[in-house]
């Protein structure tokens, strides 16, 4: 079965950097474009980035461009996010989450992983 496992959260102060991993399994990673989704304290999920399925096409959310970097190893069925630049503001669970198609110009999300805490904090 299909199964998505984030790591590399935790505190971290603000100005600082982290990188999540997302290992997958039960489905063949290269053809699939994939998603980082976050959750902020007391808020809805919010879509932070996207990767295409040969890592040639990215896009981000406006407040997290320029300080967030997505990219996949497709050898590893390994997706990645770098978080440089970490604000408060960033402070969320961080989800690994599938598209059903490989372009970042599809839609939906058919499998998302259970998350990794980032908190951001002095």
């Known amino acids: 079965q299909v199964q998505l496992v984030e790591s590399g959260g935790g505190l971290v102060q603000p100005g600082g950097s982290l990188r999540l991993s997302c290992a997958t399994s039960?489905?063949?990673?290269?053809?699939?474009?994939m998603n980082w989704v976050r959750q902020r304290p007391g808020k809805g999920l919010e879509w932070v980035s996207a990767?295409?399925?040969?890592?040639?096409?990215?896009n981000y959310l406006n407040s997290v461009r320029g300080r967030f970097t997505v990219s996949r190893d497709n050898a590893k069925n390994t997706l990645y996010l770098q978080l440089n630049s970490l604000e408060p503001e960033d402070t969320a669970v961080y989800y690994c989450?599938?598209?059903?198609?490989?372009?970042?110009?599809?839609?939906?999300?058919?499998?998302w992983g259970k998350g990794t805490l980032v908190a951001v904090s002095l």
């Open positions: 989450a599938k598209r059903p198609f490989e372009s970042i110009r599809s839609y939906g999300v058919d499998y």
């Open positions: 039960g489905f063949t990673f290269s053809d699939y474009a």
């Open positions: 990767v295409n399925n040969a890592d040639t096409e990215t």
